[in-house]
Structures are given as C-alpha cells and as structure tokens.
C-alpha cells in the first residue's frame, strides 16, 4: 500500500507536521494495524485526543458563557465532545476519505461508521497537541467546534427524559433499552443499544457509554416519530 498524501488536509487544518508518522498513526484504523497496538494506529492518539478535546470544549464553554453554571455547562460539553460531533468534525475536514483501514473493514462500510470517524478526529487532536501543542490543537477546533458550538450544543437537551414522557402521555408505557453489543479497548469502549417503545420500531443508538447510546437511541426515535426535529 502506498503512502498517503496528506498535504491537502495539513493545508484545511493550518499545520504542517514536523512529525509525519504522527499523522499517518492518526488516520490508521486498527483493523490495519492487527491489534499489534504499541501506537502503530490511531488507538493511543486517541485517548489523548479525547483528553485534549474535552479540555478546548471546557475552555470555550467557560469563555463563551460566564454566567453558566457548572449545570448548564456539563450538558453542552458532553454533546460538543460525543462520538458523533466528532464524526461530523471529521467529515468537515475529509478523513473519511482519508483513514487507512483493512479491506474487509472498508467493505462493511467503515468510511461512514460513526465510531471509526469520531476516534480518528480525537486522534488528529492528539497528534497536532503532541506535533504542535494545545495552540495547534486550538486552531483546528475553532475551524469546526467554535463556529458551530450554538447549534452543536443543541444535543444537551435529555432525549431519554423526552422520550419517557412522550411515551406515558401516549399510554405506551416505559422505552425498554436493550445493549445489542459492547466493543473497544476499556479507555474507549463502544456501545450500540437499541430502544422499543410499544407499537414503533425500534430505534439504534451508539456512543462511548451505555447512557451515551440510550440517549443516541432515544433521540433516533423522537426524530423519526416527528417529536424533535432534525437539529433538535
């Protein structure tokens, strides 16, 4: 396989690599390392990315509004740092297009998996702080996070709160939530969960813990059943 180009992504986030291995560890998926894990794909990177992405959201939230309280912000962080805000930053920046991954991964549809996505954008993070320090990470979120917190922060609303009292005022009942699996190393693990409420098809929902993906479920059925809309 031949090395990647990555001169037109270092040109969308403003930073150069000195260290290009750091790069290419970013955008490398684990199905193509093997699990051979010792920072030779995007797992390691990724946890630090995480780390730094919840720190640039924390310091923006407390710029941006200083008379929140803790309250109001940590509802805002956790849906500007979940799996699928970093999913759509990815996206932004084109690493769909550009994560190494095995054929058989690619094949099943990983350039669209959220979780793939999302792990790769938390790893760039950490390989432009580790390549360039937090300003470099800085300037990259504010490409994608700062422009678009308003309507990103949106998903603090409780889709799991809202979906229990649609559904009592329905007369349907509580939602049953069922895990259907649970994936990853254990300082990123993956859960897919489904919803079923009485009389509807169930809805899917992913995300870094189980409530994470309750709340990814529940939303997918208030907007497929007209309760929220689409950016709700």
Same mark, same amino acid.
């Given at each position: !396989? ?15 690599f ?6 290419a ?21 990724? #946890?630090? @990315?995480?780390?730094?992405l919840g720190?640039?959201? &924390?310091?923006?939230? %407390? ?5 929140? &309280? ?8 956790? &849906? ?9 930053? &990815?996206?932004? #920046?084109?690493?769909? /297009? ?5 054929? %058989? ?8 998996k ?6 790769? !954008?938390?790893?760039?993070?950490? /390989?432009?702080?580790?390549?360039g320090? *937090?300003?470099?990470a800085?300037?990259?979120y504010?490409?994608? %996070? ?16 809202? *979906? ?13 939530y069922?895990?259907?699996?649970a994936? @990853? ?13 009485k009389? #509807?098809k ?6 870094r ?5 309750? !709340? ?5 059925i208030l907007?497929?059943?007209?309760? %929220?809309?689409?950016?709700?």
């Amino acid at each position: !396989m031949s090395a990647p180009d990555f001169s037109a992504l270092e040109e969308r986030l403003g930073h150069h690599f000195t260290n290009k291995t750091l790069l290419a560890r970013a955008l490398t998926h684990s199905s193509l390392s093997g699990g051979a894990g010792a920072g030779l794909d995007l797992e390691r990177l990724e #946890f630090l @990315g995480d780390r730094v992405l919840g720190l640039l959201t &924390a310091e923006e939230l %407390w710029r941006r509004y200083p008379d929140y &309280a803790e309250g109001e912000l940590a509802p805002r962080l956790n &849906a500007l740092v979940r799996k699928e805000t970093c999913a759509k930053a &990815a996206v932004h #920046f084109g690493l769909d /297009a550009l994560i190494q991954m095995s054929q %058989w991964e690619e094949e099943s549809g990983g350039r669209k998996k959220k979780a793939i996505l999302g792990d790769a !954008m938390e790893a760039l993070l950490g /390989a432009l702080y580790i390549d360039g320090g *937090l300003d470099a990470a800085r300037r990259v979120y504010g490409l994608f %996070w700062t422009p678009n917190l308003e309507p990103l922060s949106k998903y603090h609303r409780d889709a799991k709160t809202e *979906l229990q009292e649609w559904s009592q005022r329905k007369k349907l009942g509580t939602p049953d939530y069922v895990v259907l699996h649970a994936e @990853g190393p254990d300082h990123a693990p993956a859960f897919k969960v489904e919803v079923r409420v009485k009389g #509807f098809k169930p809805a899917g929902g992913e995300g870094r813990s189980k409530r994470a993906a309750q !709340m990814e479920a529940a939303r997918a059925i208030l907007v497929r059943e007209g309760v %929220w809309a689409e950016d709700d």
